[in-house]
């Protein structure tokens, strides 16, 4: 049983687990760094700025900064009063509005508070207290503030060098996380493109291109924006998240308990997300890779869509498929509309709501005020839950994108595929033998009936047939294109089976009908870039089929830029080259696919000629449509409906007046009435 596209994504990242590790770890310490910012500020708050209120000791002498002068006596905060220090008595500085009071005497410091008459009235819930207080003026409550300057300085230091910290650390955890990122997209593009040579061919047969490129590209694209962005974005913020829980918890628990209620309200909005995300982001992606299967084929088959007047029926199509790529995003436009800001915000205001509710009833209570510091605390590290909120929310699209993407990467990696196995083998004569073959490209309606031939070593054998009987099936087999259900296939006697694809097509050539030419230049399409084959090989070969007549009139010769497909060159040009690819190679067997089908008459002149030097010292197999060019074959094989009904040289087949010969002289009539 294959795992989900979750746990196969979670796999890739483990690959380079190093990192994400250290990077989260890097994480955690700037995160908790950042965190201690509003608990530095509760402190600055309570202890210092307004730490002046309470209890104030009159010692006898002025011994170090903690101690204030007023009206000639000392006192120190009683927080700060170390035991052995002689204590002359208590008083306390409390403020009433906008105005501080020097009382003398222990006061308490919670309940409701006025100024009346002189004197300060303390309302509590054992009743009305009522003091004599002596007004502070601002030159007189200052001295009382200053022992707090150098803590506060202090503090305000240490947050900064806690934040310069932090920021170093957020530096490596990003750059960690983005770096494993890339590597696990790379690892994953690398593996898919390899697994596109392990497939079997006739998985090509039935895609598009544009839909494989749009696997290979635009769906990693999206899973890397998974692991780039939304690892790091989703990462950071529950961790986020952890430490101003932590952090609430450690302010008041009860509160801490309440905002976990968040939790259970975004995880299940994620679930309804997934629900409808994955469906249309599934039919959005199927789309992206139609639109590129059909723009690929627009192109390539441009020339023909207008000389048809085609351009109309093309649009049309084109735009059928982006109304529904359009309909789809415009679906998860809507869905992501009631997310991010919409939805954050409507949590942030029933937390808050909730916020006010509690501390607002609780404040009813006179013996429950809260000290500012702690407000200021916990309605920053509220602000601060939902940022991080608000990122998660934000990259649900981006989530469900990558599960769709990772579910398309997925179907084709599990494609059953076979491995590349490049290993030499000894260079083969070249003796084929097919014994009692039969092949169907759908395991039910054969092309191939119990075929049985054999051809030596540095013969040339010829196929030919009407379109449908089966020649071009034989070349597939023999490539190891595909593999025949019954029967075997030998080559110097040893089955084909018993070697990977790639040692059988080793010591083998081909040229296609079409031939294709890569982008680069004319001598690195001979070489194929291939280091046993140097520069001087590709153009002796080049030369010995006759293509140095039009190279020479090339701009840069044998360096001439070859475009996509080598549209710049003719057919007849394009063949020669290919020719030559072959000759550079030394191939033992040489397969032919109706190279000459679409020349002219005087380019298969120069043709026949490259041929003759092609096929010296090598088995040769042609599929020809011109039975003028395969007279001198050794053994010509006529196929009808997957079986070899006549067999034998060219004067052999037409002294039996067969098949062969009525194809012949229906050729040969075709030329007459030509000429």
């Given at each position: ?18 990192g994400i590790l250290?990077?989260l770890?890097?994480?955690s ?11 530095i ?17 009159q ?8 101690t204030?002068?007023?009206e ?18 208590q ?15 222990e ?22 207290l009522?003091?004599?207080g ?9 001295p ?47 593996d ?17 291109a ?8 635009n769906?990693?694209?999206?899973i890397?924006?998974?692991?780039e962005?939304?690892?790091s ?22 509160l ?38 059909n ?51 409507v949590?942030?205001n ?10 607002g ?12 510091g ?11 839950l939902?940022?991080p ?55 039910d ?8 031939f ?15 009987s089966?020649k071009?099936s034989?070349m ?28 059988v ?19 690195s ?5 291939d ?27 044998y ?28 191939p ?8 000459t ?25 042609v ?19 997957g ?5 034998g ?27």
């Open positions: 049983m294959k795992a989900s596209t979750e746990k196969r994504l979670v796999q890739y990242a483990m690959h380079y687990k190093k250290i990077g770890f890097c994480l310490i700037a995160v908790t760094l950042e965190l201690a910012g509003p608990l500020a509760k402190r600055v708050i309570d202890e210092h700025i307004l730490g002046v209120e309470g209890e104030w000791q010692v006898a002498v002025n011994d170090d900064r903690y204030v002068t007023y000639d006596e000392f006192y120190k905060r009683s927080d700060r009063v170390e035991g052995t220090e002689r204590q002359l008595g008083v306390t500085v409390l403020q009433v509005g906008h105005n501080y009071y020097f009382v003398e005497e006061v308490p410091l919670t309940g409701k508070r006025s100024m009346e008459n002189g004197q300060i009235t303390i309302e509590t819930a054992d009743g009305s009522t003091y004599n002596e007004k502070l003026s601002l030159n007189e409550i200052y009382f503030f200053e022992p707090e300057k150098r803590p506060i300085i202090l503090l305000l230091g240490l947050y900064v060098v806690l934040l310069v910290i932090a920021g170093f650390f957020q530096f490596y955890q990003t750059f960690l996380l983005q770096k494993s990122s890339n590597q696990i997209v790379q690892k994953m593009r690398n898919i493109f390899a697994h596109t040579q392990r497939v079997p061919i006739n998985y090509y047969v039935d895609q598009p544009g839909k494989i490129v749009a696997r290979v590209t769906d990693t694209e999206a890397r924006d998974l692991y962005r939304v690892l974005i989703i990462v950071t913020s529950i961790i986020y998240m952890a430490g101003v829980f932590i952090a609430l918890f450690f302010l008041d628990p009860k801490g308990a309440i905002c976990l209620l968040l939790i259970p309200l975004i995880l299940g909005w994620m679930k309804v997300y997934k629900h409808f995300g994955t469906k249309y982001n599934a039919v959005i992606r199927t789309t992206i890779s139609e639109i590129n299967g723009i690929n084929e627009a192109i390539q088959g441009m020339p023909i869509i207008q000389a048809f007047s085609r351009e109309k029926k093309t649009k049309d199509e084109f735009e059928k498929l982006n109304e529904r790529h359009f309909i789809y995003q415009r679906k998860l436009v809507k869905l992501s509309a009631l997310t991010s800001y919409n939805l954050v915000t949590f942030r029933l937390a808050f709501v909730g916020f006010i509710w509690y501390f009833s609780a404040s009813l209570d006179p013996e429950s005020i809260l000290s500012i702690m407000l200021y605390a916990i309605v920053d590290y509220l602000t601060r939902f940022e909120v608000t990122n998660i929310v934000n990259q649900l699209p981006l989530i469900e994108q990558a599960r769709a993407a990772g579910n398309r990467v997925f179907e084709l990696l599990d494609r059953d595929g076979e491995q590349v196995v490049n290993d030499r083998i000894d260079r083969y004569k070249g003796d084929v033998r097919f014994d009692h073959v039969s092949f169907s490209y759908d395991s309606d054969y092309v191939l009936k119990d075929i049985s054999e051809v030596k070593s540095g013969q040339t054998a010829a196929f030919v047939g009407h379109t449908g089966g071009s034989i597939n087999l023999l490539f190891r294109f595909y593999d025949p259900q019954k029967g075997r296939i030998t080559i110097d006697g040893h089955p084909t089976m018993d070697w990977s694809r790639q040692q097509r080793s010591h083998m050539g081909i040229v296609l009908q079409d031939p294709f030419l890569f982008s680069g230049t004319i001598i399409n001979v070489t194929m870039n280091p046993r084959i140097d520069r001087d090989t590709a153009i002796e070969a080049l030369k010995a089929v006759g293509a140095d007549r039009f190279i020479a009139k090339l701009p840069n010769g360096d001439e830029r070859v475009t996509e497909s080598g549209s710049t060159f003719s057919l007849g040009e394009r063949q020669l080259i290919s020719f030559a690819r072959a000759l550079a190679f030394d033992a067997i040489l397969i032919l696919d109706e190279a089908a679409n020349i002219d008459t005087e380019t298969e002149a120069i043709i026949q000629q490259a041929l003759e030097v092609l096929k010296k010292g090598r088995t040769t197999m599929i020809a449509h011109r039975l003028s060019t395969i007279q001198q074959a050794d053994s010509i094989f006529v196929l009808e409906n079986t070899i009904k006549e067999q040289n060219h004067q052999h087949l037409i002294n039996q007046e067969g098949l062969y010969y009525h194809m012949y002289q229906m050729q040969q009539g075709k030329v007459k009435r030509a000429v």
